[in-house]
């Protein structure tokens, strides 16, 4: 995950790196990215539940065994 925030060696010089400031409100922190991610790969809440139920059905299979 982390290697998707890191500036590539290659990019170019001019190229904006992401912003992280802090939630006012949460405490949590806010990436602010030079362009918006495509919609199928938004992190909606629903695609966060849909990823967090996948991975706990695999630790349900995996305990089973």
Known sequence: MRKGLEVA??????A?????????????????CKQSAAPEEEMTPE?????LLAQEVDWHHAAGR
Not at 16 to 32: E, S
Not at 47 to 51: G, L, Q, S, T, W
């Open 16 to 32: 904006k790196a992401p912003v992280i400031t802090i939630d006012k409100k949460t405490g949590l922190p806010v990436i602010q």
């Open 47 to 51: 695609r966060v539940a849909d990823i």
């Open 9 to 14: 060696a290659d990019a170019e010089p001019d």
